[in-house]
């Protein structure tokens, strides 16, 4: 098995295994974070699943792979293809098993499964629905034995990763942006000179014309360019995530006071 190599995590900085790495040693399986260790491997294929990386030609010459991706390729090939396919307001998603070429999820698609988005729905719950059901379909394709594929068709989107500025709540945007955002996970904006992230929210109203600035609260309400959003959950600088109604009754938030500005 591959892995990516162990990093420092938490405020120690002790090295840590990938939660991958950890439950391999767990089960006694050997690990390794060189990718060239699989041209010495005795394996008949190679299953890839959130890699990481583009596996070059003499590594794919010499043990052929499938990858599972959280997608309906063409659409979102790349690194964040649950959280781009929320911020884009897609309806639907699903997962592909496909066969790894030298491109970026570029490879012959050998299954797929469509999946709905819920309009509530966060990034973490889609991640969670998709892995049972890609789960389920790599078993499938892997007992059935890998076929040729289907070239992908239609119109190619990549799934950039996502930057830190993209996850900043701009009150000055629609409502429903914002709440897509905020689906994402780690939104943030700024309370009284601190950071202040919105952990969960939904819509309160789409109207054309708010009668107050963006960033506005009113009570757990902030007026938006266009419409209100309602903190459902929100946590401050160095606090741990508290209901926005109990935080509303700690913040005593004057007349006119604005998130973010």
């Known amino acids: 098995m591959v892995s990516r190599p162990d990093r420092r995590r938490g405020r120690g900085g002790v090295l840590s295994p990938s939660p991958v790495k950890a439950a391999a040693h767990e089960l006694g399986l050997p690990v390794t974070d060189d990718v060239a260790d699989v041209l010495s491997t005795p394996a008949d294929l190679g299953v890839v699943v959130a890699f990481g990386q583009i596996l070059k030609a003499p590594i794919l010459?010499?043990?052929?792979?499938?990858?599972?991706?959280?997608?309906?390729?063409?659409?979102?090939?790349?690194?964040a293809p649950v959280e781009r396919a929320i911020l884009a307001?897609?309806?639907?998603?699903?997962?592909?098993?496909?066969?790894?070429e030298e491109g970026l999820d570029t490879g012959p698609v050998l299954a797929r499964r469509t999946l709905a988005i819920g309009p509530e729905e966060s990034a973490d719950h889609l991640r969670g629905r998709l892995v049972?059901?890609?789960?389920?379909?790599?078993?499938?394709?892997?007992?059935?034995?890998?076929?040729?594929?289907?070239?992908?068709?239609?119109?190619?989107?990549?799934?950039?990763?996502?930057?830190?500025?993209?996850?900043?709540?701009?009150?000055?945007?629609?409502?429903?942006?914002?709440?897509?955002?905020?689906?994402?996970?780690?939104?943030?904006?700024?309370?009284?000179?601190?950071?202040?992230?919105?952990?969960?929210?939904?819509?309160?109203?789409?109207?054309?014309?708010p009668e107050t600035p963006s960033g506005t609260l009113d009570g757990t309400r902030v007026t938006t360019g266009r419409g209100v959003l309602?903190?459902?959950?929100?946590?401050?600088?160095?606090?741990?995530?508290?209901?926005?109604?109990?935080?509303?009754?700690g913040a005593r938030i004057s007349p006119g006071e604005r998130l973010g500005s």
């Open 230 to 249: 309602a903190l459902v959950t929100v946590q401050s600088e160095g606090r741990p995530a508290i209901d926005a109604q109990a935080w509303v009754r």
């Open 89 to 100: 307001g897609d309806t639907e998603t699903g997962v592909c098993v496909m066969r790894v």
């Open 132 to 209: 049972d059901a890609g789960s389920d379909l790599l078993v499938e394709v892997l007992q059935a034995g890998p076929g040729p594929g289907q070239p992908q068709s239609g119109e190619a989107t990549y799934a950039a990763k996502i930057d830190p500025t993209e996850l900043a709540l701009e009150w000055s945007l629609p409502a429903v942006d914002l709440h897509r955002v905020v689906r994402v996970g780690g939104a943030w904006t700024t309370f009284r000179g601190q950071r202040f992230k919105v952990v969960e929210a939904r819509v309160d109203s789409t109207d054309d014309s």
């Open 61 to 79: 010459s010499a043990l052929e792979m499938v990858n599972l991706h959280f997608s309906l390729l063409p659409r979102w090939r790349g690194a």
